[in-house]
């Protein structure tokens, strides 16, 4: 079984919440530990290009088994929208901005059901392997909560009266789009 992995971000808290589902299963490397200061390029259409955009660069120049993942918020309301834009929707990196603007483009819209969506690319020895982690939702009219990043504050999973923002890490984990594709990961990583 393979115990060494390149997670290709150097998103601190992408690699808490995946470390922590890995639960010591696998050595996890960012890319700063690797050496890999490029700003890999996401110029998909899609999580999954965007994913795998990733994972292959990692593969081909550095020759590490690697994942990468994508994953944002679409919001119904705003035709899937801020969807592979997520993390930049406002133009920069701000989650407060991002949230701005979605909060603001929804204003008092009935229609507010929305869900994050995340997928999972994993290049092993040449060869890729796509997960899928989804989790339903609605977005809230305003931010509750001081826990998670990105759109956390806003948005409810169905099921529950908090936001992702409101729970524990184990809580969102437990139910969240990453946690679900890296579930699936972990599942196939272990039967090989």
């Known amino acids: 079984m393979l115990n060494k992995l390149v997670f290709a971000t150097n998103n601190a808290h992408k690699?808490?919440?995946?470390?922590?589902?890995?639960d010591g299963a696998?050595?996890?490397?960012?890319?700063?530990?690797?050496?890999?200061?490029?700003?890999?390029?996401?110029?998909?259409?899609?999580f999954a290009e965007n994913a795998?955009?990733?994972?292959?660069?990692?593969?081909?120049?550095?020759?590490?088994?690697?994942f990468g993942d994508d994953s944002g918020l679409e919001v119904d309301a705003l035709n899937g929208e801020p969807g592979?834009?997520?993390?930049?929707?406002?133009?920069?990196?701000?989650?407060?901005?991002n949230i701005d603007i979605v909060l603001e483009k929804l204003g008092n819209a009935a229609n507010r059901t929305a869900r994050f969506k995340a997928v999972i690319s994993l290049v092993i020895n040449g060869k890729e392997h796509l997960f899928e982690g989804t989790v339903e939702g609605t977005i809230r009219n305003a931010r509750?909560?001081?826990?998670?990043?990105?759109?956390?504050?806003?948005?409810?999973?169905?099921?529950y009266?908090?936001?992702?923002?409101?729970?524990?890490?184990?809580?969102?984990?437990?139910?969240?789009?990453?946690?679900?594709?890296?579930?699936?990961?972990?599942?196939?990583?272990?039967?090989?």
């Open 52 to 66: 795998g955009q990733k994972s292959w660069y990692v593969y081909d120049n550095f020759q590490l088994n690697c």
């Open 15 to 22: 690699v808490e919440e995946v470390s922590a589902m890995l």
């Open 84 to 97: 592979v834009y997520s993390a930049r929707y406002s133009g920069s990196r701000d989650h407060d901005k």
């Open 26 to 46: 696998f050595e996890l490397f960012t890319l700063d530990q690797i050496g890999c200061d490029a700003d890999i390029p996401e110029t998909g259409n899609t």
């Open 144 to 159: 509750s909560g001081t826990d998670g990043f990105g759109y956390d504050p806003i948005f409810q999973p169905d099921g």
């Open 161 to 192: 009266d908090v936001t992702f923002a409101e729970m524990t890490m184990e809580e969102k984990n437990a139910i969240s789009h990453r946690g679900r594709a890296v579930a699936k990961l972990v599942e196939f990583l272990n039967n090989l």
